[in-house]
């Protein structure tokens, strides 16, 4: 082997090590920022629907058809319900009871439901966490059975306050039910999916009312000897759920996130998914709970002094009062006299009529929130429900000299209908799940659903009163409330199609109160590192 050369050596040898000159180091270069995926790839592999999937959906969605059925099934029998009333008063007390004692047993037997739903709606935290959202589902029937005993049997004990007991603790159950249902089938649905299942429970609210408005005609359960089994129906779908429920999932982010059971979620998660691979569901989950980890236990009164939560929270409860002071229910509470003003002839079947309306557009919804996304579908609907009440004023209004004003009075309500099930009757259930995190998301539900029902009961007690005041321009009320909400919608609510629970969570995490400065194109496109 030769020997090294020598002058190489040498030149080596004498070479002065250069030192860098005094002063600060240069800064290391920023890091790459991360991949920036396409909203439609997120978890590809775990898109497809699954046999366990719809059952996990289609089991917790009775509760949802529970709720619905629940709000619409009072209005049909009122008349006999109220001779039943007046029955009892007369076997108790030998004398006819008056009229105002009347309207105040009838109206409480209608308000007593949504007093329940806001205690119910604030109670979805207590049992969710400790019990897990498929036992606490399958735990919360218990209600169920116990009003469908009382209201059912209230005849033959000639007893006013079993029914009216009984429509209280339906309104419990109804209340739990609003929580559960969007948060365990959020849970469930892989991100591809989540706006499809979610409006699941929409769909279950609007079959209910529908089944409701069916039922309650005179010639099935409307009737006087049978509408105690009306309102004890709820037995069946009660006792359906606690069939399908135990074959269907825990959700598989509170086996990992709550209680740290990787086995028990990865297992679950290649059932749902119908692949073995699961391996990005399983980061997604684990980075989400390294974040709650690192966040302390939220509480309500958390949700709104804390910045991170203070704008996702304030989304939550305007999209949820934009569903109920969208008019909505004030068209279907008094559907059956706005009819009979628009001079039909049969005002009970244009309300079924408007039910079938109901039920078709939220099936419609079902199949575009993927493609248009959230926040589209919200803008449309409230563009389209404030077109359509001021159609209904300027029908009403001019219906006495022009009678074929009847017919725009009817397409407007059909119209407003469809276009409340387009966005805002779907939506804001489900989004309540996209905008929080594992940690906040029971508080953030049960302060989503008190807004919820609170101005529920509201519409529901003031309409009356203020219809009689305003007269046919009372709808003008509803116009500007969804003009304010479609400008609240176009500059503070972010697309959250595509995007997963953690990506959303951290974009609040991230940008706190300084997005107020973001344009809604921007908002638009938000992607996993963008700012909320």
């Given at each position: 082997?030769?020997?090294?050369?020598?002058?190489?050596?040498?030149?080596?040898?004498?070479?002065?090590?250069?030192?860098?000159?005094?002063?600060?180091?240069?800064?290391?270069?920023?890091?790459?920022?991360?991949?920036?995926?396409?909203?439609?790839?997120?978890?590809?592999?775990?898109?497809?629907?699954?046999?366990?999937?719809?059952?996990?959906?289609?089991?917790?969605?009775?509760?949802?058809?529970?709720?619905?059925?629940?709000?619409?099934?009072?209005?049909?029998?009122?008349?006999?319900?109220?001779?039943?009333?007046?029955?009892?008063?007369?076997?108790?007390?030998?004398?006819?009871?008056?009229?105002?004692?009347?309207?105040?047993?009838?109206?409480?037997?209608?308000?007593?439901?949504?007093?329940?739903?806001?205690?119910?709606?604030?109670?979805?935290?207590?049992?969710?966490?400790?019990?897990?959202?498929?036992?606490?589902?399958?735990?919360?029937?218990?209600?169920?059975?116990?009003?469908?005993?009382?209201?059912?049997?209230?005849?033959?004990?000639?007893?006013?306050?079993?029914?009216?007991?009984?429509?209280?603790?339906?309104?419990?159950?109804?209340?739990?039910?609003?929580?559960?249902?969007?948060?365990?089938?959020?849970?469930?649905?892989?991100?591809?999916?989540?706006?499809?299942?979610?409006?699941?429970?929409?769909?279950?609210?609007?079959?209910?009312?529908?089944?409701?408005?069916?039922?309650?005609?005179?010639?099935?359960?409307?009737?006087?000897?049978?509408?105690?089994?009306?309102?004890?129906?709820?037995?069946?779908?009660?006792?359906?759920?606690?069939?399908?429920?135990?074959?269907?999932?825990?959700?598989?982010?509170?086996?990992?996130?709550?209680?740290?059971?990787?086995?028990?979620?990865?297992?679950?998660?290649?059932?749902?998914?119908?692949?073995?691979?699961?391996?990005?569901?399983?980061?997604?989950?684990?980075?989400?709970?390294?974040?709650?980890?690192?966040?302390?236990?939220?509480?309500?009164?958390?949700?709104?002094?804390?910045?991170?939560?203070?704008?996702?929270?304030?989304?939550?409860?305007?999209?949820?009062?934009?569903?109920?002071?969208?008019?909505?229910?004030?068209?279907?509470?008094?559907?059956?006299?706005?009819?009979?003003?628009?001079?039909?002839?049969?005002?009970?079947?244009?309300?079924?009529?408007?039910?079938?309306?109901?039920?078709?557009?939220?099936?419609?919804?079902?199949?575009?929130?993927?493609?248009?996304?959230?926040?589209?579908?919200?803008?449309?609907?409230?563009?389209?429900?404030?077109?359509?009440?001021?159609?209904?004023?300027?029908?009403?209004?001019?219906?006495?000299?022009?009678?074929?004003?009847?017919y725009l009075s009817i397409v407007a309500i059909f119209g407003f209908v469809a276009f409340f099930?387009?966005?805002?009757?779907?939506?804001?259930?489900?989004?309540?799940?996209?905008?929080?995190?594992?940690?906040?998301?029971?508080?953030?539900?049960?302060?989503?659903?008190?807004?919820?029902?609170?101005?529920?009961?509201?519409?529901?007690?003031?309409?009356?009163?203020?219809?009689?005041?305003?007269?046919?321009?009372v709808f003008i009320i509803f116009t500007v409330l969804l003009v304010l909400f479609f400008i609240?919608?176009?500059?503070?609510?972010?697309?959250?199609?595509?995007?997963?629970?953690?990506?959303?969570?951290?974009?609040?995490?991230?940008?706190?109160?300084?997005?107020?400065?973001?344009?809604?194109?921007?908002?638009?496109?938000?992607?996993?590192?963008?700012?909320?």
């Amino acid at each position: 082997m030769p020997p090294p050369r020598p002058r190489a050596t040498a030149l080596l040898r004498r070479a002065p090590l250069r030192r860098p000159p005094p002063g600060p180091s240069p800064p290391p270069p920023p890091p790459a920022p991360p991949p920036r995926r396409h909203p439609g790839a997120a978890m590809e592999t775990g898109s497809k629907m699954t046999a366990r999937l719809m059952l996990a959906v289609g089991g917790a969605v009775l509760g949802s058809l529970q709720f619905g059925y629940n709000t619409g099934v009072i209005n049909a029998p009122q008349k006999v319900i109220e001779d039943f009333y007046n029955r009892t008063w007369l076997y108790r007390y030998e004398e006819p009871i008056s009229p105002a004692t009347l309207t105040t047993l009838w109206s409480l037997s209608v308000a007593i439901f949504s007093v329940g739903g806001m205690i119910g709606s604030f109670s979805v935290g207590l049992f969710v966490n400790r019990f897990g959202r498929r036992n606490s589902m399958l735990m919360s029937n218990i209600l169920a059975f116990v009003s469908a005993v009382l209201m059912g049997f209230s005849k033959m004990a000639f007893s006013f306050e079993m029914l009216i007991l009984g429509r209280f603790i339906i309104g419990l159950y109804s209340g739990l039910t609003t929580g559960f249902v969007p948060m365990y089938v959020g849970e469930v649905s892989p991100t591809a999916l989540r706006g499809a299942l979610g409006t699941f429970h929409q769909l279950g609210i609007v079959l209910g009312i529908l089944i409701a408005q069916v039922f309650g005609l005179d010639l099935i359960m409307g009737n006087d000897s049978l509408w105690p089994l009306l309102l004890g129906f709820i037995f069946v779908p009660a006792l359906l759920q606690c069939i399908i429920l135990p074959f269907a999932p825990e959700s598989p982010r509170f086996l990992l996130i709550n209680r740290n059971e990787e086995n028990k979620a990865k297992s679950v998660l290649k059932k749902l998914r119908g692949t073995t691979d699961v391996s990005s569901d399983l980061q997604e989950m684990k980075e989400e709970s390294r974040q709650m980890m690192r966040e302390k236990k939220v509480t309500i009164m958390e949700l709104f002094r804390s910045p991170m939560y203070r704008q996702p929270i304030l989304i939550a409860i305007v999209l949820q009062l934009s569903q109920q002071l969208s008019g909505i229910n004030a068209v279907f509470y008094y559907s059956t006299s706005i009819f009979e003003k628009s001079g039909v002839e049969q005002p009970v079947y244009a309300t079924i009529g408007s039910g079938v309306v109901n039920t078709a557009f939220t099936v419609v919804s079902l199949f575009v929130v993927e493609r248009a996304g959230r926040r589209t579908l919200h803008l449309i609907g409230l563009a389209g429900m404030a077109g359509c009440a001021v159609l209904m004023t300027i029908a009403l209004t001019l219906l006495d000299q022009m009678p074929w004003m009847s017919y725009l009075s009817i397409v407007a309500i059909f119209g407003f209908v469809a276009f409340f099930e387009i966005g805002p009757g779907p939506i804001p259930w489900f989004i309540v799940a996209e905008l929080f995190s594992q940690g906040p998301r029971p508080a953030a539900f049960a302060v989503a659903g008190l807004s919820n029902w609170t101005s529920n009961f509201i519409v529901g007690m003031g309409f009356q009163y203020i219809a009689q005041l305003c007269g046919s321009y009372v709808f003008i009320i509803f116009t500007v409330l969804l003009v304010l909400f479609f400008i609240f919608t176009y500059f503070k609510v972010p697309e959250t199609k595509g995007r997963t629970f953690d990506e959303i969570a951290s974009g609040f995490r991230q940008g706190g109160a300084s997005q107020s400065d973001k344009t809604p194109d921007e908002f638009h496109s938000l992607g996993a590192d963008s700012q909320v």
